[in-house]
């Protein structure tokens, strides 16, 4: 079966320093690979998607990147992190089309 | 792009009742689905509809879709404590059917 991983699980940086979050995928080739974000009670907004190693779309540009070094990595990072980049980020894959997505379970970031 | 916007914000009723969300959006579409998230966890997807179906059954789930309208709802009937969480409908972003926009959601919550 499929499963997805994030970590780390909490994290808290202070402004100006850099991330590094990650998100792995088991059980499946080829997925399609998102990075959401979601500010406390609100909706989810796309971030990144790929669609294999190394194609990276970005839909929302900020201080924000993704990469995917392998099939099944996702990788989400920041040079420097601002303050309004606090939120709790979600990872998520899918293969089908349509596309029923699954989630990971999520990294709360918080920047002081 | 698509938009899924759901109503109400926030929903609160008792245990045993039935509990009705509804999601509008703007333009054409071939498929809605619907998600829930627990509080500070990730997204489950619930459901899938598309849009030559009109009524879809999963347990105590009911999705009806009306492509006249642009409008979807999701019914659960004989609510429970533990469906307290965050329902979320998703509408396409393209035709390719890899990527969507979530609405900003519907709070549940239902009292013991």
């Known amino acids: 079966s499929q499963t997805i991983h994030q970590w780390p699980a909490t994290l808290v940086q202070p402004v100006g320093s850099p991330l590094s979050l990650e998100c792995t995928v088991e059980?499946?080739?080829?997925?399609?690979l998102y990075w959401y974000r979601q500010a406390a009670g609100r909706g989810l907004q796309l971030l990144f998607y790929?669609?294999?190693?190394?194609?990276i779309s970005s839909e929302v540009p900020q201080n924000l990147s993704a990469s995917r070094p392998q099939d099944r990595q996702f990788i989400l990072s920041s040079k420097k992190l601002l303050l309004s980049d606090s939120g709790f980020y979600l990872c998520?894959?899918?293969?089908?089309?349509?596309?029923?997505?699954?989630f990971g379970p999520g990294t709360r970031l918080t920047v002081l | 792009s698509q938009q899924g916007e759901e109503d109400p914000q926030a929903l609160s009723i008792q245990e045993g009742e039935n509990a009705t969300m509804n999601c509008s959006y703007k333009?054409?579409?071939?498929?809605l689905q619907w998600y829930r998230q627990n509080s500070g966890r990730g997204l489950v997807h619930l459901i899938l509809?598309?849009?030559?179906?009109r009524e879809k059954h999963s347990g105590r789930l009911r999705v009806t879709l009306d492509t006249s309208k642009k409008s979807s709802s999701l019914l659960i009937t004989a609510s429970r404590a533990a469906d307290t969480a965050s329902y979320f409908c998703?509408?396409?972003?393209?035709?390719?059917?890899?990527?969507?926009?979530f609405g900003p959601g519907t709070r549940l919550s239902v009292l013991p």
């Open positions: 790929s669609v294999g190693i190394g194609q």
């Open positions: 998520a894959w899918s293969q089908t089309s349509p596309a029923e997505q699954f």
């Open positions: 998703a509408t396409p972003r393209d035709n390719y059917g890899q990527n969507f926009v």
């Open positions: 509809i598309r849009s030559n179906e």
């Open positions: 333009t054409s579409i071939n498929n």
């Open positions: 059980g499946t080739s080829n997925p399609n």
